[in-house]
């Protein structure tokens, strides 16, 4: 697999500050190559359980669960995996539960898999018609910032917050030659 | 037959009874009615929507509070809906989870129209190849007393699945409000909302 893109930002690491400082004790994912680094650092962090999904709609059941056990959780995800949790997000609108995702976008400028343009051009629109608040930091360098700011309107203020980053920012996947599929 | 099969609300009012009261995570939407009947409790979170998703809430709760046994009690049909979190339960270990579905292998909210179960699907097999260490298939009294003494002490995750009658029940309703569901299971259970 390949990546362009990314500059010389470490926004995995910034992220992973932002959610430590704020008590995030258990983390969902399901995996993204744009994700990778961040997911490194959160299971090498023994403060974190780090819990790997078989969908994305788990990992918002499981902050909620977390959540009603007094442990803060974060979820990550691809732009495809919004498409699987929107009744999840019912629950957590109904019941005012805190959510903090991380979306890593797909589908964007640069795609080379039409499959994942559809959800990755819709993903923004249906987590706000899911009552969820989007946030899209374009550079890099503003992404620590921009989730320490979303989780803590998560957990404070009782508000389910997205966190989009730009495919320009986690890179462009490139498909060269056999074997290197999704 | 299911109809010759345990009573559900008694079934259900046997896990819940215990020297120590469990947090229990109930499924939408017959076991959310089967615990209310066996007595409103704020460490009952009745789910009356997101269905497929009691086993992973019941997972973070577990994850959050090791300290702590507990307890997800769900339907067939809802636990069909949510196969892949037994993988992500049996991946994760938690000891202190016990995964329980009350199988009438029926939709009861919808009209007892047949789910899965009733065209053989075994989900006591199915929490066995995902790894759950322990797991029992309980159709009488005698197993149900075996099974029930698991959710609160046994090296977990446990699941039972527990065969259940398909009698017409009268509607317990527990409240509905979601918000209150929630600060009411946290002022339980970690004194504050």
Not at chain 1, 49 to 75: C, D, F, Q
Request: charged share 20%; net charge negative.
């Amino acid at each position: 697999m390949t990546q362009t893109g990314g500059g010389g930002t470490d926004w995995s690491a910034g992220a992973h500050r932002a959610l430590s400082g704020l008590g995030v004790g258990i983390v969902g994912y399901v995996p993204d190559a744009g994700l990778s680094r961040l997911i490194t650092l959160c299971q090498a962090d023994n403060r974190m359980r780090s819990v790997p999904l078989t969908t994305e709609e788990e990992g918002i059941a499981l902050a909620a669960g977390a959540w009603l056990g007094g442990m803060p959780a974060t979820v990550f995800m691809q732009s495809s995996g919004v498409g699987n949790i929107v009744n999840a997000l019912a629950m957590m609108q109904t019941c005012r539960f805190p959510l903090v995702m991380l979306v890593t976008m797909r589908g964007e400028l640069g795609e080379a898999n039409e499959w994942q343009i559809p959800m990755g051009q819709a993903a923004a629109e249906v987590l706000r018609l899911a009552a969820v608040d989007v946030h899209r930091p374009e550079r890099a360098e503003d992404i620590a910032d921009t989730v320490a700011a979303a989780a803590t309107t998560a957990f404070r203020a009782l508000r389910r917050e997205a966190v989009l980053i730009p495919q320009r920012i986690v890179g462009i996947k490139r498909f060269a030659g056999a074997g290197s599929g999704e | 037959m299911a109809s010759e099969g345990l009573d559900r609300r008694a079934v259900v009012a046997r896990l819940l009874a215990g020297d120590e009261r469990l947090p229990v995570v109930l499924g939408l939407g017959a076991t959310t009615w089967d615990a209310a009947a066996a007595g409103d409790h704020p460490l009952q979170f009745g789910l009356w929507g997101a269905m497929g998703s009691a086993v992973a809430i019941g997972l973070g709760v577990a994850l959050a509070r090791p300290d702590r046994r507990v307890l997800v009690i769900t339907g067939d049909g809802e636990m069909l809906m949510g196969l892949g979190s037994l993988a992500t339960v049996a991946a994760e270990r938690p000891a202190n989870l016990a995964v329980v579905v009350i199988d009438n292998e029926r939709y009861g909210e919808t009209g007892m129209q047949e789910t899965h179960t009733a065209r053989g699907v075994d989900l006591a097999g199915v929490a066995e190849a995902a790894g759950f260490p322990i797991v029992r298939r309980v159709a009488d009294q005698a197993a149900l007393e075996a099974a029930a003494a698991l959710i609160r002490a046994a090296e977990g995750p446990v699941f039972l699945a527990i065969k259940v009658g398909t009698e017409p029940l009268p509607l317990v309703l527990p409240p509905r409000d979601g918000v209150l569901l929630k600060d009411r299971f946290r002022e339980a259970l970690l004194g504050h909302r």
